[in-house]
Each structure stands twice: as C-alpha cells, then as structure tokens.
C-alpha cells in the first residue's frame, strides 16, 4: 500500500500524520529547512527537547543527531514541509553567486527564524506541488530551492556561515561525545564522521578509551540505562527501548533478559 503520510519530491518532504508518530532518521546529514503547518515537532537532542508549533520555521544544520515526534493537532492532524540544502547544490549557489568564503560556523546547530511573510508564502506556494506531484520536476525543484536560500540570506545575511561553512567534523573528545550520545541509532560509521574520524582510526581510538567494541559497549550501555529507568524511575519497556536507541521491542526484550536474567517487563 501507497504511503501517503509522506511524499518527497527530490529534495523536497511533504508530512502529513493523524496520530503520534516517531521519526525514523535520527541522523540529519544535510541543512534542512522546515516548517510546521499543523500540529507541533518535538525534537530530543543532548542539549534538551525542543517544542516546535504550528508556524515555526526553523533551520538544523548537517551532522546533527536529533530525535523528532510528530504530535498532531487535538482531533487534527501534523503537517510539516522540509527542504533539504545538499553540500553538492550549495556549493554550486555559492560559486555561480561569488559569495566570499564562509568562516567556520561555531553557533547554534538549530536556529529559529523571525516571522516573515515571504518565507511562510514560499512554503505555502509548494503545497499545490505536492498535490500535483508530477508537476515539480528537477529544474523546479532546483528553482524552489534557490529561492529558499536566497529567501534566508535576505531574511538575515549572517546565515551565510550557517549555510556555506562546507568544513567536516574535527577531531573531538571520543569519551565526552558518546556518553552524551549513545542513545541515538545510527550506524557506527555516523559516530565515526561526527567524531572526525575515519572508521578504522573510531575503531582503534574507541577500544583505547572504553576498553571493549563500540557494538558491544552500545547494547551494553544501552541496556544499563534501560534497567535504571524500568528499575528506578517506574517506566514501561515498551516506552523506554526507543528512548536508549534501539530499533524494536522484542529484539530489546531478548538481549535486556540475556543480559539480565529476567525480562524487562519482570521488573
């Protein structure tokens, strides 16, 4: 059956949900800029959660790990429009428009825009492609995203850095980072790229600092907090496993009881 929740067109998400409904990417790999038409987007990351309502338009920049609920509307639905600003288009906006060299971007990941009509009008002039989805084809879409970017840096010039700072992840505190992180599921390669490191050198540094395999010290970490929050906190195992990072309840039922010798749910 036709998934009609979600309809992307090239660079382009369309969402549109009834019912609470977790977000499945947890790794945002490009600058993506949103708005939310109905409902409200709650989005987790380790600076805290953050409570997006109907209206807000807002950017996050690449490389950024977030878990994102859609809530709909009492007796509504949640609605939401993302443009995603690849590396490859940027680059080629930046070229063909001179723009001076970005500065290293050292601010905040997730930025919320003022209001602004010209902005809340572009995105209401995509709805009807998305009705009509036959009618954006590439060269349109790549016409709509030129306007999004030049619709930002009208808004506020000091975007530039945010959009065009094409530089990767640096090196960074290995231990630090996936205390804080180890929580979201994303493949290892992803902590390797997030950490400025290749996989191999992730690898080696990783067994260095925690003494064991990042899999293995994933699950195990993974599953410590889950016996703390059913233990201590009073949680449900079907409302905790997603929260530590895995995928489906059963699979965490089965490794939390060989791990721990009773079932979560036994607790």
């Not at 800029?33 to 953050?50: R, V």
């Not at 009705?131 to 999004?148: G, N, P, Y």
């Not at 409302?239 to 089965?254: A, C, I, R, T």
């Amino acid at each position: 059956m036709e998934d009609k929740s979600h309809i992307q067109l090239n660079n382009m998400l369309y969402s549109c949900v009834d019912e609470k409904q977790r977000g499945n990417e947890q790794f945002v790999p490009e600058h993506a800029l949103g708005y939310i038409i109905s409902g409200e987007a709650h989005l987790q990351t380790n600076h805290g959660l953050m409570v997006l309502k109907a209206g807000t338009i807002g950017l996050i920049r690449r490389n950024q790990l977030v878990k994102s609920v859609k809530v709909p509307s009492p007796g509504g639905e949640f609605k939401s429009i993302n443009i995603f600003l690849d590396q490859d288009f940027l680059r080629r906006y930046s070229a063909e428009n001179k723009l001076p060299k970005a500065e290293k971007y050292t601010g905040d990941p997730m930025r919320l825009l003022p209001d602004d009509p010209f902005i809340e009008g572009y995105f209401n002039s995509l709805i009807p492609y998305f009705d009509q989805a036959r009618l954006l084809q590439s060269t349109m879409a790549e016409l709509k995203t030129r306007e999004a970017v030049e619709l930002i840096l009208k808004l506020d010039p000091d975007f530039h850095d945010f959009l065009f700072d094409f530089s990767e992840p640096y090196k960074i505190d290995l231990e630090a980072y996936m205390n804080q992180n180890y929580m979201y599921n994303v493949p290892v390669i992803q902590f390797a790229k997030l950490t400025g490191r290749s996989l191999a050198s992730f690898k080696r540094d990783f067994e260095k600092v925690f003494q064991a395999p990042p899999g293995q010290w994933l699950q195990q970490k993974r599953l410590s907090e889950a016996y703390y929050l059913i233990r201590e906190k009073g949680r449900k195992p079907s409302d905790v496993y997603l929260d530590v990072g895995f995928e489906n309840l059963s699979h965490f039922s089965y490794t939390f009881k060989k791990s721990f010798g009773v079932a979560p749910s036994m607790l």
